[in-house]
T-cell receptor, first 117, second 109 residues
Framework: EAGVAQSPRYKIIEKRQSVAFWCNPI?????LYWYQQILGQGPKLLIQ????????DSQLPKDRFSAERLKGVDSTLKIQPAKLEDSAVYLC???????????????FGEGSRLTVL | RKEVEQDPGPFNVPEGATVAFNCTYS??????FFWYRQDCRKEPKLLMS???SGNEDGRFTAQLNRASQYISLLIRDSKLSDSATYLC??????????FGKGTTLSVSS
């Protein structure tokens, strides 16, 4: 079974530039998450989608970050304009159901590593 | 106060040692608890769920104390391959998982 696909794997940009990350979840997974992991920290939720609707975006810096999942399958996360503190790994994850209360299993992609200079 | 707190370590232990990691969570409404493992420059993967009665998976034992809002992970007979960061994770019904900062374990021969 194919896992969560993310691209690009690496991106280096200068501050104030824009960047977009793409994620294709595991087939049939209704819930998709974007997490930000800064070096030395645990993953921090940015946004959670259930199908094509937003469940939680309370921690998404909406002045510069945006995300969409238009057809309820793949998703794009955009940062515009980027700041130095946005340097991190952006992890996309998917799960069968909402909240994963029963199994706790999120399936993560390999992540997109962003460096902002 | 952070929602999930862990001792970041690093824990440096020899092969064969027993090591324990602790974690506390702040939200008493948390319902589900997990340990994830993250290898260097890799994505996190589910290691095991944590139940109130305690649960064991081979050399790994997880315990939950709801009254103290405390979770633990015990690794017996450590192997070189256990070297990784262990992330304590909690969630409430219908919400996304909340991760701690992780505890780094280094097992040496």
């Amino acid at each position: 079974e194919a896992g969560v696909a993310q691209s690009p794997r690496y991106k280096i940009i200068e501050k104030r530039q824009s960047v977009a990350f793409w994620c294709n979840p595991i087939s049939g997974h209704a819930t998709l998450y974007w997490y930000q992991q800064i070096l030395g920290q645990g993953p921090k939720l940015l946004i959670q989608f259930q199908n094509n609707g937003v469940v939680d975006d309370s921690q998404l810096p909406k002045d510069r970050f945006s995300a969409e999942r238009l057809k309820g399958v793949d998703s794009t996360l955009k940062i515009q304009p980027a700041k130095l503190e946005d340097s991190a790994v952006y992890l996309c994850a998917s799960s069968l159901g909402r909240g994963t209360v029963n199994t706790g299993e999120l399936f993560f992609g390999e992540g997109s590593r962003l460096t902002v200079l | 106060r952070k929602e999930v707190e862990q001792d970041p370590g690093p824990f440096n232990v020899p092969e064969g040692a027993t090591v324990a990691f602790n974690c506390t969570y702040s939200n008493s409404a948390s319902q589900s608890f997990f340990w994830y493992r993250q290898d260097c420059r890799k994505e996190p993967k589910l290691l095991m769920s944590v139940y109130s009665s305690g649960n064991e998976d081979g050399r790994f034992t997880a315990q939950l104390n709801r009254a103290s809002q405390y979770i633990s992970l015990l690794i017996r007979d450590s192997k070189l391959s256990d070297s990784a960061t262990y992330l304590c994770v909690v969630n409430q019904a219908g919400t996304a998982l909340i991760f701690g900062k992780g505890t780094t374990l280094s097992v040496s021969s």
